[in-house]
C-alpha cells in the first residue's frame, strides 16, 4: 500500500501536467531554432534548456545575444526576469510540509511557472506530495529539454516559425494559468496594474525591468486590498 500511493500519486501528476507540457512543446522547439539561430549548437542550446530551464529568462537571453556575449547584460536580464521565483519560491514553500529537507532543494531548483502553479491549486485542495511534485516537474522538464533539441537539430527547415503561430504558444500559456488563479474583479485589478507597469516602464527603459516592475506593481495592489477583501493573485 506505502509503494502504491506515490505510485498513484506520480501518475496522477503527469495526467496534471500533460496538457502543459505538450502546450510548452512549441515553445522549446521555438527556443531551440532561435538558438542555433543565434549561433549555438545543438549540444549548447540542450545544456542551456537543462540547466537554466527557464524560458522566459531563455528567450530574453538570446534577445540579448551577441558575438562575443556580454555575460553581465545576460546575468541581469536573467535575474530580472526570475526575480518572481522569489515570490513563487515563498508561496510555494507553505505547501511543502510533507517534504523532507533534502526533497525541497530540487522541488525549488526544478520551479517552473506551469508545475508551480499546478502544485499550488493542488495545495488547496489536499496536501501536496513529493510524488505528485515529481509526476509535475519530471515530464515538464523532460519535455522541455527534448523539444529544446528538436528545435536546435530541425528547426531550420520550418523557416519562420511565426507563419505557424508558434511563437503565440508562449503567452498562450501564461493566459490559461492566469485564468486558473482567477479570483474576479480583485485579481483584475492586479492584472491591470501590472500590465500598466510593464508597458509603462518598458517604454521608458531599456532591458528587461518591465517584468520586475509589473510584478511589483501586481503585488503592491494585493497588500494594499481590505483586509475583509483580501486579493490572492
Known sequence: ????????EFLEG??????LVLAA???GFVFGTVATGNGLSPLETVLMSALVFAGG????AMDLWTHPASW???GLAALLVNLRHVLMGASLERSLGLFRLWQKVPT???????NWALAEARARQRPLTPAFYLGLALPFYCGWVLASLGGALFGALLGDVAV???DFAFPAVFIVLLMGFWKGRET???LVASAIASVTVHSLLPGAWYIAAGALAGLAVALAAPVGGKIRA
Not at 500500500?1 to 498513484?8: F, G, N
Not at 525549488?108 to 511557472?113: E, K, Q, T, Y
Request: hydrophobic share 55%.
Open 25 to 27: 512543446l512549441p515553445i
Open 72 to 74: 553581465s547584460a545576460l
Open 14 to 19: 503527469m495526467r496534471t501536467i500533460l496538457p
Open 164 to 166: 505557424y503561430g508558434l
Open 108 to 114: 525549488l531548483l526544478v520551479m517552473a511557472d506551469e
Open 188 to 190: 483584475g485589478l492586479i
Open 57 to 60: 529568462s531563455q528567450f530574453v
Open 1 to 8: 500500500m506505502t509503494s502504491i500511493m506515490p505510485r498513484r
